[in-house]
Structure formats: structure tokens, C-alpha cells
């Protein structure tokens, strides 16, 4: 009824080679399991640092539609960490191709080497404007040994609706990758995963980019802070933060969840928001 959970704030910087990627990414997942930690957080468009590696003829950063070319290293690299440290990661997103086009797709690497897949499902303005990002149109949930999870991808977190589904099909913890570029982005982020923690009692593992890459574009800013945020009532803590980094730091932070206390407040919480929806007053999501 237990898992642990490590969020990684990674640290964006120009980089020469994907070697030198996958050694900043294995340097966090070790420092994860000194925790014994066993699921890893990455954050949304952490892979957009291997565009910094440029172009050998041009010099020039490459470009978001070459990000695709490293899939399957990314995939090969990330399976290897996941099978030889025996722990769940959610690799962040990766953009990936996806028909003409590409998408913006969450990755769960499970202990066996194993991995699924979540296209973000909303996708903002800039993302379609900057990127000509196509969005995902499925949704689901995975089943882990430890519990019943969902991933939900920035931009996705701000829309209830999704979150509601994702509790109606059992999901108790939502992993939220993120990447904000500024404090108004970031803070529609936070504030929104508070939201749907409360109003599905659940809780909500966040964590975003920071650092910059002066070479690609839509990447030369960032503002991330890895938070654990539970509902807001007793046995939890009082603001609903369970643990939370510090704003920009290169760092990761560890918690405990007790998916017990969830199902507790459920019944007999000070209140039970999951319990008392209004159905005879507007449509909810039924279990699949």
C-alpha cells in the first residue's frame, strides 16, 4: 500500500554527445536509489537537451523534428536503467514521430525493461505555433506491483476532466512532467495539481525542467520545482505538500505514499469530494 518516489529537477545545459545525456540521467537515478526509491520522476522536454548537441556540418542546435532520430536510443537507454536498477521510471517526454508529424509522448519504463507509452492529450499554443505539435487522442492507465498510476503531462494537469477519469479508472497517484518557462506557467501547473488532488482525493508527483539551452529554441528559460502533493486534510500535511524542492535548483526529492491514507480520507475524511459528486447534476466517468 506503500511506494516511495524520487522527482528529479533536471538540469538543462548544452551537451556534446548522448553519452554525455545518458550519464546526467543515470547520475540522478542512482542518487534516487541511495533513497531506494521506486519510481523515478523525469520531467516533460528533458530530451530537447540532446538538440544542443548540434549539427557536426552546421554547428547549429538541431532542430525539434530531429529529436525523434534518438527514440530509440532514449528507449534502449532508459529500459537498461529501469531493468539494471529494478525500478520504475517515468522517463519524462521525448518527442517522438507520429505519422507526418510529431508528438510529445510520456514514457513508464518498468522494472523488467519493459516500457508504455501517453501522448499529452492537450497541447498549448506554443507547442502547436513553435513546434507544430500534434496532440495524443488516447488515454489510459498502468497498472504497476506497487499500485495504479497515471501520467498526465503539464499542460494536461489544468483540465479536471482528465484527472476525474483518470480516478474513475483507478488510478490513486498521478505523475505531472512538466516544463514552464516562466513563473505564470509554472504556477498554473502547481496550483491546478493541488486542485485535482483535492477534488479526487489522490495524489499528484510533479517535477519540471530547469536550467536553460541558449541553442534551441522554446528551451532558453526554464522555471521547475519537483513537489509531492497529497489532499488537503488530516493525516496529510495541512498545505498538501508532502515534499517539495527548491525553485531551480539542480536536485531531486524523495517521499512516501501511503495509498492507505488515501482511501481513508475517501470514507471518512473532514470531506469526502471523491464520494460526494453531484451525478444527478452532471455527468461523471464510470470505471472502464
Known amino acids: 500500500m506503500k511506494m516511495r518516489v524520487s522527482a528529479v529537477q533536471y538540469h538543462l545545459h548544452t551537451i556534446q554527445s548522448f553519452d554525455e545525456f545518458a550519464e546526467q540521467c543515470e547520475h540522478y537515478i542512482k542518487t534516487a536509489m541511495e533513497f531506494e526509491a521506486e519510481f523515478i520522476l523525469f520531467p516533460e522536454f528533458f530530451t530537447t537537451q540532446l538538440l544542443s548537441i548540434g549539427d557536426e ?56 525493461g519493459s516500457y508504455q507509452m501517453q501522448p499529452k492529450l492537450h497541447i498549448t499554443p506554443a507547442e502547436v505555433e513553435g513546434w507544430n505539435m500534434q496532440q495524443g487522442d488516447s488515454f489510459r492507465i498502468f497498472e504497476t506491483d506497487k499500485g495504479t498510476i497515471a501520467i498526465l503531462t503539464c499542460y494536461d494537469i489544468e483540465f479536471p476532466e482528465i484527472v476525474r477519469m483518470a480516478k474513475a ?82 536536485m531531486i526529492i524523495t517521499a512516501d505514499l501511503d495509498l492507505s491514507l488515501l482511501y481513508d480520507v475517501r470514507k471518512k475524511g473532514s470531506v469526502t469530494t471523491w464520494r460526494d459528486r453531484r451525478t444527478d447534476l452532471y455527468p461523471d466517468w464510470e470505471a472502464e
Not at 519537483?226 to 517539495?244: L, Q, R, S, T, Y
Open 57 to 112: 556540418e552546421t554547428g547549429e542546435a538541431l532542430k525539434i523534428t530531429d529529436l525523434p532520430l534518438f527514440t530509440e536510443r532514449y528507449e534502449q537507454t532508459f529500459s537498461k536503467f529501469a531493468r539494471h536498477y529494478d525500478v520504475h521510471i517515468i522517463a519524462g517526454t521525448h518527442v517522438t514521430a507520429a505519422g507526418d508529424g510529431i508528438q510529445n509522448t510520456a514514457y513508464l519504463f518498468y522494472p523488467d
Open 169 to 250: 479508472r483507478g488510478a490513486d497517484v498521478i505523475f505531472c512532467p512538466s516544463c514552464t518557462d516562466d513563473r505564470h506557467g509554472f504556477h498554473r501547473v502547481r496550483y491546478t495539481s493541488h486542485a485535482r488532488a483535492v477534488e479526487n482525493q489522490v495524489y499528484v508527483v510533479g517535477t519540471g525542467t530547469v536550467g536553460s539551452l541558449p541553442t534551441v529554441d522554446l528551451m532558453r528559460a526554464n522555471t521547475g520545482q519537483a513537489v509531492v502533493i497529497a489532499p488537503n486534510d488530516i493525516p496529510f500535511p495541512p498545505a498538501g505538500i508532502v515534499a517539495e524542492g527548491i525553485m531551480n535548483d539542480d
